[in-house]
């Protein structure tokens, strides 16, 4: 069975890119920093995702992330290497590139942030589609020799990844992801449910999530948390959102974001959910770090875009679920929900 590595710039992407080679008879672990690599390798994984969280900090402090992530790995391991970057290509992919690639001791390095399925494509070196507003050239944004090929579909990802496949790092985004997984064998994740007693909760102030919120029914229980406050109160069902808000009193958004995680940690003690839906990707962080959890494993999608973790924590094993701030159609807390029996 082949030895998968993946190094990602966020947490949301590392989860993203990782789910695809989740399947019955394999392991995908996702450690959340490079300190807990450690912890995710004596999980044996057959997949390992490493997030550094160096896409928005400077390009010397991303190369010190991605090196404590390989300091911990032996190249030889692993039978394919990803180097997973956002799909728009931003934050400090030459450096962090580099870095993997010397770590690897390869010189072929295959470029594509394509995701056909989302409308995004490669095509004559430009990045275009969904959601670039301008077309961007791949290959300028690294300062070493790149191979750009074009991508439009599935069928041009499944041709690029037929050859050589261990001996090329493979830079790009969930796109790429599921095409390396396909050539490996790997069906596409199976999608999953969560369970009650679930709980919401939402620390992006996001569009796309508020109104996934303000579309929920009367009778599910939200309870707002005013600058990441919130008080206890009594759980009148099986199905709880815990969501963020502006509290007017100026706290800056690091601060409202401690206060939140340590909301959701009261609250998760006290109403245990079996399913855990975190909107956010910086407050996952926050909140995962309270609840001393450093190491997620993967093993399936609640929905595509949605991965889904097991994990152990003080009160049992618990799926969670992570969701960044502006993914979703506004339908889509109200259609999980109702997996679980919440909305008739």
């Known amino acids: 069975m082949a030895r998968v590595l993946i190094i990602a710039d ?16 394999r392991k995908v672990v996702v450690a959340r920093h490079p300190g807990s690599v450690p912890e995710a390798l004596a999980m044996q994984p057959d997949v390992l995702a490493v997030n550094t969280a160096s896409r928005e900090i400077a390009p010397d402090a991303a ?19 990803m180097k997973k970057v956002d799909s728009r290509l931003k934050g400090n992919l030459s450096a962090e590139t580099l870095t993997v690639m010397r770590w690897q001791g390869g010189s072929r390095c295959v470029v594509s942030p394509a995701i056909p399925s989302m409308g995004r494509r490669v095509e004559a070196g430009m990045l275009l589609g969904d959601g670039v507003a301008t077309p961007v050239p791949v290959a300028g944004r690294f300062d070493e020799p790149v191979e750009v090929p074009d991508v439009v579909d599935e069928d041009d990802f499944d041709a690029i990844v037929g050859r050589d496949l261990g001996s090329t790092l493979w ?45 929920l029914p009367s009778d599910i229980q939200v309870v707002m948390a005013p ?48 399913g855990l839906l975190i909107c956010g990707g910086e407050s996952a962080h926050a909140i995962l770090d309270r609840l001393d959890i450093n190491s997620l494993q993967v093993v399936a999608e609640l929905r595509p875009g949605l991965p889904l973790c097991e994990v152990e924590t003080g009160w049992g094993r618990v799926r969670i679920v992570t969701k960044s701030g ?6 889509l807390m109200v259609s999980v929900l109702e997996e679980t029996g919440a909305v008739v």
């Open 227 to 274: 600058d990441g406050r919130a008080d206890l109160t009594n759980f009148t069902n099986d199905r709880l959102v815990l969501t963020i808000s502006d509290g007017g009193a100026g706290v800056s958004g690091q601060e409202a974001a401690r206060r939140f995680a340590e909301s959701v940690e009261v609250f998760s003690s006290a109403y245990r959910p079996a």
């Open 326 to 331: 502006g993914f979703g159609p506004p339908d």
């Open 171 to 215: 830079v790009g985004a969930r796109g790429l992801a599921f095409a390396l997984a396909r050539r490996l064998g790997v069906r596409a994740p199976e999608t999953a449910r969560l369970d009650a007693p679930m709980m919401v909760v939402n620390g992006s102030r996001d569009p796309v999530t508020l109104a996934q919120i303000a579309a």
């Open 63 to 81: 190369v010190a992330e991605v090196t404590a992530a390989l300091s911990h790995l032996q190249s030889s391991a692993f039978d394919v290497v």
């Open 10 to 25: 966020d947490l949301t992407g590392a989860l993203d890119s990782a789910v695809g080679f989740a399947g019955v008879g």
